[in-house]
Each structure stands twice: as structure tokens, then as C-alpha cells.
């Protein structure tokens, strides 16, 4: 239910979030704009040259990655950081299906330029640390799987 419960919630916040730059919200900051940006490919822009098969390949991904984890029982130990991830990622793949292309907002260009971002990314990124930390800082006990 955790897992459900926090991959909805991802889904809805990085929705809002992404709406309100949709309805017009820009600010330009000395070191992070606050902008709408179109990203049609993934991190800092790459695979842009796959096109509209880009949003069909993260989706059978998505569907992949989801199966193995229910399967294989990983939801049990990494319930939260897998919805983080799972939320996270459906929300990028739903701007392909809506917007042709991932809406992303926050752009930082303080000392450097570094790739516009948005809500799902960094919930991905945190879902990726969360279960290495788990994974190596925090085992499953062998005995109660």
C-alpha cells in the first residue's frame, strides 16, 4: 500500500507542480530560473533523436521495472523509494504522452549551466540514493523473506 501510496502522491505533486509553470509562473533568479522548459529527450537532452519511440520505450521500462519489483518482492523493502521512483517516472512519461516532451522548470546556472530539472526528476534521483544507502547501509535480513 506504501509503495501505491507514495507513487500517486509523486505523480500528483509533480503534476501540480508542472501545471503551474504551464499556466505561465516564470522567475528569474541569480542563480536558479524558475522557467518552463521542453525536454524532448531524457537527461540533459540525450536520446532526443529517438523521437515519439522515446515515450513508448520508457513506458514498456516503466511496465518492466514495475513486474520484476512486485515479482521479485522488492516492494517489501523498498516500498517508499520504489514509489518514489515509480511516481516519478510516469510523471515524465506522461508529459510525452500530453506534451510531446518532459516539462521541466528549474534551471540552475550559478558558476555553471547544468541540465533544466523538474519534481520527478528529483524524486527519481532520491528513490536511486534511498535504495543503494538501503541496500548496502541497511540489509534485508535474510531470514524474513
Avoid at 75 to 83: D, R, S
Avoid at 113 to 131: E, G, Q, R, T
Wanted: proline share 1%; aromatic share 20%; with cysteine.
Amino acid at each position: 500500500m506504501i509503495f501505491f501510496l507514495v507513487a500517486a502522491g509523486t505523480f500528483i505533486i509533480d503534476q501540480a507542480i508542472k501545471s503551474i509553470f504551464l499556466n505561465g509562473y516564470d522567475h528569474e533568479g541569480k542563480c536558479i530560473d524558475l522557467q518552463l522548459h521542453f525536454n524532448r529527450g531524457v537527461a540533459f537532452s540525450m536520446f532526443e533523436f529517438l523521437g515519439d519511440y522515446l515515450k513508448w520505450i520508457q513506458s514498456f521500462l516503466i511496465a518492466g521495472i514495475s513486474y520484476v519489483v512486485i515479482k521479485e518482492g522488492y516492494i517489501k523493502h523498498y516500498a517508499f523509494p520504489l514509489g518514489l521512483l515509480v511516481g516519478g517516472a510516469l510523471g515524465n512519461v506522461y508529459d510525452r504522452f500530453v506534451h510531446d516532451a518532459v516539462v521541466d522548470y528549474v534551471a540552475w546556472h550559478c558558476g555553471f549551466k547544468f541540465a533544466v530539472f523538474n519534481y520527478a526528476d528529483v524524486a527519481i534521483d532520491l528513490a536511486v540514493a534511498w535504495i543503494i544507502i538501503q541496500h548496502y547501509f541497511f540489509p534485508q535480513d535474510k531470514n524474513t523473506q
